[in-house]
Structures are given as structure tokens and as C-alpha cells.
Nanobody, 114 residues
């Protein structure tokens, strides 16, 4: 079992920055990769970024060049979000995939508004 706790969300003006954190606990030795997803009101959850255990990263086109995913050891992943836009407003979820299961955090709200 892996437990995920996200933090760092909040209200920010357009053009501003936020850094989200996700801390994993439990069977972290089995983690293969971690990622961030988001879900805006009335929309389906969408993939944002992924980082593997070998630090390979991938980004959705909508955030490429503005967001950066990084890791600190095996159990913490960050999402640095710069140049935020109103359309980035969503609940952001951390996800991890192990050799046998997929786990999600509870989500953290990001609101981009004047």
C-alpha cells in the first residue's frame, strides 16, 4: 500500500506561480513512476506530467514550458507551475504506479483568478 498526500494549492493571479508537493508513504520501494493529473469543474481528469524512477519526464502539451515535475528521493514529487493561466484552474491529483497497483492522492485545489 502507498499513501499520497498533496499540498501547495491555493489562489494565484494569472502569470503567477505555485509549487505543489506530493509525499508518498508506505511501500515506496515498489514505485515505478509518479505523476500529476488535474480535473477542472465539469471536465474529465487529464494527465499533466509524469516522472519515472529514472527521472525521465513527460508533459502534456498544454503545460509544456510552464510546468516542471521533479523528485526528491523516492517519496516526494513536486510540480512547479509558472505562468499560470485561468484555464489551469483545477483540482490537482498526485498519482503513483507500483509493480502491482495504482494510487491517488486526495487532491489539492489550484485557482488562477484576478
Amino acid at each position: 500500500q502507498v499513501q499520497l498526500v498533496e499540498s501547495g494549492g491555493g489562489l494565484v493571479q494569472p502569470g503567477g506561480s505555485l509549487r505543489l508537493s506530493c509525499v508518498a508513504s508506505g511501500s515506496i520501494f515498489s514505485i515505478r513512476y509518479m505523476g500529476w493529473y488535474r480535473q477542472a469543474p465539469g471536465k474529465q481528469r487529464e494527465w499533466v506530467a509524469t516522472i519515472t524512477s529514472g527521472d525521465s519526464t513527460n508533459y502534456a502539451d498544454s503545460v509544456k514550458g510552464r510546468f516542471t515535475i521533479s523528485r526528491d528521493g523516492k517519496n516526494t514529487v513536486y510540480l512547479q507551475m509558472n505562468s499560470l493561466k485561468p484555464e489551469d484552474t483545477a483540482v490537482y491529483y498526485c498519482k503513483t504506479v507500483t509493480i502491482s497497483n495504482t494510487y491517488w492522492g486526495q487532491g489539492t485545489q489550484v485557482t488562477v483568478s484576478k
